[in-house]
């Protein structure tokens, strides 16, 4: 059975199983992340305009407090014709991966961009990092907000075996979805309504917040 996909709800099916020795679920079960038009953030949003001729991808169209996306000391780090496959919006900064699936950040974290090839991006509304699911399925975290990046890189290396194939934030935690559709979540949970303990009788093929 399947569940219509809502802001922070999860889209599930059957039930879930850890990551060690799980059977994953086929590439046509997950719902496409990597083509994301549009992204919002606390005082600006950015889209991805469609080119004539090319079928995917696009150029980001970014607005709201100008300081915010363009990047403020560092305006040359907001790139209008660059294109990309997906854009982020997170709090003074936005990302987004090239056609090549490299990441470009502009604003506050334009000099945090990670290095290595990346399938999907999500951000942090509140702090000032983002997140990613690289080619190989592990997730990299990134930003301005040292302490709380190795914080939550290290809870995230300590699930083992775990392919991943999204990732979304919420303002200081994240969840992750591996190739078995099980939801795994990290970060600090002050105030903890449960999210941060996803069902374990139940397999996903999506997560958002």
């Given at each position: 059975?399947?569940?219509?996909?809502?802001s922070?709800?999860?889209?599930?099916i059957?039930?879930?199983?850890?990551c060690?020795?799980?059977?994953?679920?086929?590439?046509?079960e997950?719902?496409?992340?990597?083509?994301?038009?549009?992204?919002?953030?606390p005082?600006?949003a950015?889209?991805?305009?469609?080119?004539?001729?090319l079928d995917?991808?696009?150029?980001?169209?970014?607005?709201?407090?100008?300081?915010?996306?363009?990047g403020?000391?560092?305006p040359q780090?907001?790139?209008s014709?660059?294109i990309?496959i997906?854009?982020?919006?997170?709090?003074?900064?936005?990302?987004g991966?090239?056609l090549?699936q490299?990441v470009?950040?502009?604003?506050?974290?334009?000099?945090?961009?990670?290095?290595?090839?990346?399938?999907?991006?999500?951000?942090s509304?509140r702090?000032?990092?983002?997140c990613?699911?690289?080619?190989?399925?592990?997730?990299s975290c990134?930003?301005?907000?040292?302490?709380r990046?190795?914080?939550?890189?290290?809870?995230?290396?300590?699930?083992?075996?775990?392919?991943?194939?999204?990732?979304?934030?919420?303002?200081?935690?994240?969840?992750?979805?591996?190739?078995?559709?099980?939801?795994?979540?990290?970060?600090d949970?002050?105030?903890?309504?449960g999210?941060?303990?996803?069902p374990?009788?139940?397999?996903?093929?999506?997560?958002?917040?």
């Amino acid at each position: 059975m399947y569940f219509i996909v809502a802001s922070s709800v999860l889209v599930l099916i059957s039930i879930a199983s850890r990551c060690a020795g799980a059977p994953a679920l086929s590439p046509s079960e997950f719902l496409d992340v990597a083509g994301t038009s549009i992204a919002v953030g606390p005082d600006h949003a950015c889209v991805l305009q469609r080119i004539r001729g090319l079928d995917y991808g696009g150029r980001s169209l970014c607005w709201g407090l100008e300081y915010h996306y363009k990047g403020g000391i560092n305006p040359q780090a907001y790139d209008s014709e660059a294109i990309y496959i997906q854009v982020i919006s997170g709090y003074r900064f936005s990302c987004g991966i090239t056609l090549d699936q490299n990441v470009h950040c502009w604003g506050v974290l334009s000099a945090y961009a990670p290095k290595g090839l990346f399938n999907q991006l999500a951000s942090s509304n509140r702090r000032l990092f983002a997140c990613g699911v690289k080619v190989d399925g592990s997730i990299s975290c990134f930003g301005k907000d040292h302490s709380r990046v190795k914080k939550l890189q290290g809870k995230i290396d300590n699930d083992k075996n775990c392919v991943y194939v999204q990732v979304s934030c919420a303002s200081d935690h994240c969840c992750g979805l591996d190739v078995s559709g099980q939801t795994h979540c990290w970060g600090d949970f002050r105030f903890d309504y449960g999210q941060g303990t996803p069902p374990k009788t139940r397999k996903a093929v999506a997560v958002g917040m």
